[in-house]
T-cell receptor, first 110, second 116 residues
Framework: GQQLNQSPQSMFIQEGEDVSMNCTSSSIFNTWLWYKQEPGEGPVLLIALYKAGELTSNGRLTAQFGITRKDSFLNISASIPSDVGIYFCAGQLGAQKLVFGQGTRLTINP | GAGVSQSPSNKVTEKGKDVELRCDPISGHTALYWYRQSLGQGLEFLIYFQGNSAPDKSGLPSDRFSAERTGGSVSTLTIQRTQQEDSAVYLC??????????????FGEGSWLTVV
């Protein structure tokens, strides 16, 4: 099925490092969402973006809605062990279905 | 509770049997989604209900899969004649109507299906 192109697929970093991941699409969206999923749990919403160019922060997390409406990035600053998990981007156009990226698996070495 | 509720949380079934998975969305949410997630993989869209509109069934992988939503609230995903490749986590999500600015989408914890 239709999916966003999310990269990188996995990241192995040291505690304290900054993290950056992004999603691109061939079609435009008017909503971009970033989720985190931990083992055995459903995805939990981190940040929601509703306007092209919007830059939003949630603690150490920052996400931006690309000007072209076809991309978004998520940054995590000063990573800590509890940041471990799988991060998913998701895009939506109007009332259409929500489309997900393939996920970025984040592993942190203490 | 106040979140999206799914049941059963775990289901082991024999190949060829039918299974039903249930989703109780957040009260008042008229948009409901089903996704499937295989081990270590991303979320695969299955079906989307939006109010009284005809559901978007474009993600259902075969005619063994069906879903209904009764009374605009509870939804049931049915898998007939289960196969081993159906083993996955089935996630339900809901949002206010219409999805858009300020109407975020919330997920349940999923139903883990294992077909043996």
């Amino acid at each position: 099925g239709q999916q966003l192109n999310q990269s990188p697929q996995s990241m192995f970093i040291q505690e304290g490092e900054d993290v950056s991941m992004n999603c691109t699409s061939s079609s435009i969206f008017n909503t971009w969402l970033w989720y985190k999923q931990e083992p055995g749990e459903g995805p939990v919403l981190l940040i929601a973006l509703y306007k092209a160019g919007e830059l939003t922060s949630n603690g150490r997390l920052t996400a931006q809605f690309g000007i072209t409406r076809k991309d978004s990035f998520l940054n995590i600053s000063a990573s800590i062990p509890s940041d471990v998990g799988i991060y998913f981007c998701a895009g939506q156009l109007g009332a259409q279905k929500l489309v997900f990226g393939q996920g970025t698996r984040l592993t942190i070495n203490p | 509770g106040a979140g999206v509720s799914q049941s059963p949380s775990n289901k082991v079934t024999e190949k060829g049997k039918d299974v039903e998975l249930r989703c109780d969305p957040i009260s008042g949410h008229t948009a409901l989604y089903w996704y499937r997630q295989s081990l270590g993989q991303g979320l695969e869209f299955l079906i989307y209900f939006q109010g009284n509109s005809a559901p978007d069934k474009s993600g259902l992988p075969s005619d063994r899969f069906s879903a209904e939503r009764t009374g605009g609230s509870v939804s049931t995903l049915t898998i007939q004649r289960t196969q081993q490749e159906d083993s996955a986590v089935y996630l339900c999500a809901s949002s206010s109507s219409p999805p858009g600015s300020g109407n975020t989408i919330y997920f349940g914890e999923g139903s883990w299906l294992t077909v043996v």
